[in-house]
Structure formats: C-alpha cells, structure tokens
C-alpha cells in the first residue's frame, strides 16, 4: 500500500492550498520588500489566509458552490475598497496585488477539481510573472507597433489561414495542394521568426558567436554573407570564420528539425551524418577561433533584423516552392531519380528551404533514399557557394581559413552522399 493511499485526500488537498497560498504571499512580500508595512495589501499570512477562506467555503457546499460564490464576491468587495482607499492615499493604482488575491481565493477549486499538473501549472505561472514584471516592461519597451502586428500576421497564418485550405493539388501541372505550400511557409516562418525573436529581446548585444548560431537558424547563406562583409569591414572581427561555421552547422539542424516535423524517415536516415557535420562545424569553430588572424577585433551587431515574416518573403517562398515542385515532378517522369539527386547540386546555389520542402512533403513517385540523397547533394553545393560568397566578400587573411574549413564540410557531404548511393 502506497504513503499517499494512508493519507486522506482531504488532508493532502487542504496541504497543498496552504503551501500554495504561503507561496504566493511569500512571493509578494519579497516583491515588496522596499515599501512599508503600511502601505501593502497583505502577504504571506494575508494570501494563506485567502486560500484557506476558499478552500473552507468550497467544502460547504462542492455541489451548489454558492457559499464559494459569496465568499467570492465579498473578497472581491473588500479588495475594492481597500483598492479604494490605496489610490485616495497614496495615489498608487498597481492592481497586481488585488488579481493575486483573487487568484488565490481560486486556488482551492482548482487542487480539488482539476489534475495536479494543471494546479502546479497555475501556480509556476502566477510565480513566474509577477517576477518578470521589470523583464516585461523592458521587452514592451523594445517592441514596436510593428512587432505586434507581426504576431499577429504569424497567429493568422498559422490557425486562421492554414486549416482553410484545401488539401488537394491545384492541378496535374502542379502537383501541390495549398494546404502544403502554405504549411511550408508556415514552419519555416515560424523557425526564422524565433530566431527573430530571440535575437531582438533575449540577445540583443549578442556577440558574433551567438549572431552565428541564431542567424543560422534564419538563414545560413544570408548570414555568411553578412558576417563576411563585416568582417571586411573590420566590424567582425577575428571571431568571423568561427561565426560562419557555427551558422553552417545550425543549417544541418534546422534541415533535420523540418525532415521530423514533415518525414520523420528521412530525419532518421539523415540524422547521424547530420549530427556528425553539425558537430564538426563547432569544432571547426572552435578551432578557427584559437587562429590568430590578423584582423581587428571590434563588437558586432546582427544586419538583417528584417522582419521574417513580411509578404514579400511569403509570397517569393511560396513561388519558389511552387516552382521547385513544378520542376522536381518534371525531372522525375523524364529521368528518374537519378534526376532529382541530380536537380538538388543545383538548387543548391539558391534558397534551398523550398526545394527541401518540397520534397519532404512529396508523398509518391520518390523513394526515400533518393529524397535523403537529394538533400545531402543541395547542403553540398549550397556549402560551396557560401563558400564563394565568403572569400570574395571577407578579407584575405581569412580566406584560406574559409577554404579548409568549406573543403572539409563539402568533401565529407560528398563522402556521404556517395554512402547513400552505394546502399
């Protein structure tokens, strides 16, 4: 027989309504430590108080729930008018104090009704905001008008726009439904715009280390080749070939979180000589960070905070997804697979993600080993022209660093696209 089967349930619902109340009000006096005695609300024996107010009403009645119905409405009343007299005091109108109370007056009804992990859900929130408040202010004080109409551009693709359309292909000629292409471009908005997002609120004076790693999440090509031009520039510093292989590696991770979220076989077939280049891109990192390169070290900040989610960049995905498919089911009727591992050396020197996309979500006609070997050869030829991009726009003392490191990533792609030829 198990512990908790010998205690009452009773008994272990009123403990948790006691500990959590007490935390509640622990967490309100720590928050208003600085103020006078005088001028608070209550805390911790105020907020346990509440909760067990709750709690000894709730029981009265479990069924009715009028007694917690009254009990509610009278806390609300005296709440009210001490909230009253606070402004007419001390003319100080922060209602944060008052809504905690009230949200644990409720906190009975929960421990009793609803799961525990719902119940501790509620409670880490409650703790965790009131904490955050200065955070807050300081992220609604970089937001603009326009990042919260980004949001809600990113809410409307996502449940308004998304579960409308039909899943059926436009036609013979285009073998796409609009339910796929817009879901493409709705996760790969979704990947670039939290980078977005952690790079303008989390990691605002993020180092060029960091702007590697979350520019690679946005896009690997475009951040290689800003991070190259700064350095040319002497605004990146000797840390710029490290910058350029960690956004390198982050492209292998974002591929294979897209192949799980849309063909979670090919994420397993590509997953080990992924893991592998991702994991020798930061050690190559690593080591072009230890070479002491003959270029100025100076602070560097993100180019491209460019809004991920803008229509032009939806509307040129979208083309560019329709077109690929358009293309890769031509190339597979006229030359087969072979064709398709072949199209992918050239897509390679453009935008990638469409191609990939497509075909992830290519659901006939393309064995999965060709589909796993296609997007080994694009990350390949999509190697080689960061490469290009990175010694003709970096300086020359970083150009032979940039070609060993390039020659190895593409040499050992190649290695494994040859791997999965031969199987």
């Given amino acids: 027989m198990s512990i908790q089967n010998l205690i009452p349930k009773e008994f272990i619902q009123f403990l948790l309504v006691l500990v959590f109340s007490l935390l ?20 911790d024996r105020t907020f346990t108080f509440i909760g067990l107010f709750g709690y000894v009403l709730y029981l009265a009645d479990p069924k009715s729930y009028l ?37 644990t007056y409720c906190l009975p009804i929960l421990v009793i009704t609803q799961p525990v992990w719902l119940l501790l859900s509620f409670v880490v929130v409650i703790l965790i905001l009131t904490e955050l408040k200065g955070d807050l202010i300081s ?12 949001l809600a551009k990113f809410i409307a693709f996502t449940g308004v726009i998304l579960p409308l359309l039909p899943d059926q292909p436009v036609s013979d000629l285009v073998p796409v439904s609009p339910y796929h292409l817009w879901l493409a471009v709705v996760v790969v908005s ?9 790079k303008k609120f989390v990691f605002p004076e993020s180092g060029i280390m960091l702007t590697g790693i979350l520019g690679g999440l946005y896009s690997s090509t475009t951040t ?62 690593r080591f072009s960070k230890s070479k002491k ?28 997804f329709v077109l690929f498919a358009m293309i890769t089911d031509y190339v597979m009727r006229i030359y087969g697979n072979a064709g398709v591992t072949s199209l992918a050396f050239v897509v390679g020197i453009t935008d990638i993600d469409p191609f990939l996309l497509n075909l992830l979500q290519h659901k006939e006609g393309i064995g999965e080993t060709t589909i796993a070997l296609a997007v080994i050869n694009a990350t390949n030829s999509n190697n080689l022209l960061k490469m290009i991009y990175a010694i003709s726009l970096g300086s020359k003392e970083i150009r ?9 990533l593409i040499l050992l792609g190649i290695g494994a696209s040859v791997l999965f030829f031969c199987l």
Avoid: D
């Fill in 24 to 43: 509640i009000g622990l967490e309100q006096r720590r928050h208003h430590i600085a103020e006078k005695e005088s001028q608070l609300f209550g805390t």
């Fill in 293 to 320: 390169l003959n270029v100025p070290v100076a602070t560097q900040t993100l180019a491209g905070h460019k809004n991920p989610l803008e229509f032009k960049t939806a509307l040129l995905f979208g083309l560019l």
């Fill in 224 to 285: 290689t080749v800003i991070i190259a031009r700064n350095e040319k520039e002497g605004n990146a510093g000797v840390k710029a070939v490290s910058a350029i292989m960690l956004a390198n590696g982050m492209m292998y991770l974002r591929i294979l979180i897209l192949a799980y979220l849309f063909k979670p076989s090919i994420a397993s077939a590509l997953a080990i000589p992924f893991i592998l280049l991702f994991a020798l891109c930061w050690i190559l990192a």
């Fill in 139 to 150: 992220i609604s004080q970089k937001a603009s008008e326009e990042e919260f109409i980004t």
């Fill in 190 to 198: 979704g990947i670039s715009y939290i980078s977005y997002l952690l």
């Fill in 67 to 103: 007694p917690y119905l009254v009990g509610l409405v009278i806390t609300g009343l005296l709440l009210g008018i001490q909230y009253w007299h606070k402004i007419l005091q001390y003319s100080y109108y922060g209602l944060t104090s008052s809504v905690l109370a009230l949200l």
């Fill in 400 to 408: 032979k660093n940039l070609i060993l490191n390039f020659s190895i």
